[in-house]
Structures are given as C-alpha cells and as structure tokens.
T-cell receptor, first 115, second 111 residues
Framework: DSGVTQTPKHLITATGQRVTLRCSPRSGDLSVYWYQQSLDQGLQFLIQYYNGEERAKGNILERFSAQQFPDLHSELNLSSLELGDSALYFC??????????????FGSGTQLSVL | DAKTTQPPSMDCAEGRAANLPCNHSTISGNEYVYWYRQIHSQGPQYIIHGLKNNETNEMASLIITEDRKSSTLILPHATLRDTAVYYCIVRVGDTGNQFYFGTGTSLTVIP
C-alpha cells in the first residue's frame, strides 16, 4: 500500500459526459501528479500540483482540468469525453515540489471506460 | 520526452539474476536514475534510484556506469512475482518534479 488513495476504482460513462477522479496523497505529501495510461500511449504525465498551485503541465488536453484543494487532495476533471479517453488514470504524490532525489508514490488508479 | 532507452522485452529463469539494461546518454550531472515497475495494471512501484554510486536495497541493485550514460537494474533471484514492466527513468529536474516514463522492458520470469 503506497498510501495514495484514488477513487473510484472503476468508472463507466458515455461519450460527451463529464467525470471527476479523486486522489488523496500520502500524509504529509504536498505534490500531486496525474498520469494517463492508455494501451497505445503508455504512461503519460498530465499535470502536477504543489500545495494547491499548478507547477507543471504535460500532455493534458484542454478538455481536462485539475485542482488541488487546501486539504491537499486533488481532483482531475475530464469533460466532453471521447472514446479515446478510456484509460487508466494514476495519481502520485511526493513530499515536496522540486527535489531530484525524491520518490513518487503511485495510487492504484482509476479505470475509465467511455462507451 | 523520455530520456532513456530500454529493450522492449526480456526473459529470465526463476531463481536466476535478472539484469535489465538502460541507456541514458544525455543525462545531466544532477539527474538521478530511477527504476519503477508495474505489475499488470497496478500503479507503478518504486524499486531503487541513484546518482552515480551503485545502490542496493532489499529489492534490487542498481549499477551505474562511471560516465553515467547507462545503468543496469539487477534482481538477484528473480521470482514469478517479478514478472512486470520495468521502467528506467531520468527525472527531468530543471522543469519540474515530474517523471517521464518510456516504454519500459517487459520482464517475464520463466519457471
């Protein structure tokens, strides 16, 4: 158990809909990261938050947004869903914002299926 | 975005050492090499990381060449539960704290 909690574990929805994925980082961790893993793309970094503020963006679509709340949990919002958004979405956390000697701890992921 | 190159797949006999290579020829002086693995569709699991010295923990050993352009992850006595995709990652330190995962090496431990 990494200490990172993601909910829900599975999510099935239809095209055009909007969903919210939730992540609770490990106790004491201030940074949260979101990754998308689809069959043909591998693990893609989406976005990083540190203590409530966006710190880095990766390959995140404009239809996707995220935020980190004062209690440090984070939500990833996916809107106008398309079939290609079906993927595993992972959240990870680390203690600080920018430390090259720091590990990321990953949650068990949310499997999103868009039908 | 990935700054590493790994073979796509490897096999290893159960009980033998598994040696997984990784090339990172463009690594910078302050960038660490990390290894993670992903078993089936579970979240990636941290294995080990290092800067320039060899490292060992309860899971594995990491051997980094003197020029730091390549490294090898060693699982000393592979078991069936070590079957997974292994990712070698060089952290992009100058633009944030994120890890960029490449395609990894799919290791199959054979009974």
């Amino acid at each position: 158990d990494s200490g990172v909690t993601q909910t829900p574990k599975h999510l099935i929805t239809a095209t055009g809909q909007r969903v919210t994925l939730r992540c609770s980082p490990r106790s004491g961790d201030l940074s949260v990261y979101w990754y998308q893993q689809s069959l043909d793309q591998g693990l893609q970094f989406l976005i990083q938050y540190y203590n409530g503020e966006e710190r880095a963006k990766g390959n995140i679509l404009e239809r996707f947004s995220a935020q980190q709340f004062p209690d440090l949990h984070s939500e990833l919002n996916l809107s106008s869903l398309e079939l290609g958004d079906s993927a595993l979405y992972f959240c990870a956390s680390s203690p600080r914002q920018f430390a090259t000697n720091e590990k990321l701890f990953f949650g068990s992921g949310t499997q999103l299926s868009v039908l | 975005d990935a700054k590493t190159t790994q073979p796509p797949s490897m096999d290893c006999a159960e009980g033998r050492a598994a040696n997984l290579p990784c090339n990172h020829s463009t690594i910078s002086g302050n960038e660490y090499v990390y290894w993670y693995r992903q078993i089936h569709s579970q979240g990636p699991q941290y294995i080990i990381h290092g800067l320039k010295n060899n490292e060992t923990n309860e899971m594995a050993s990491l051997i980094i060449t003197e020029d730091r352009k390549s490294s090898t992850l060693i699982l000393p006595h592979a078991t069936l539960r070590d079957t997974a995709v292994y990712y070698c990652i060089v952290r992009v330190g100058d633009t944030g704290n994120q890890f960029y995962f490449g395609t990894g090496t799919s290791l199959t431990v054979i009974p």
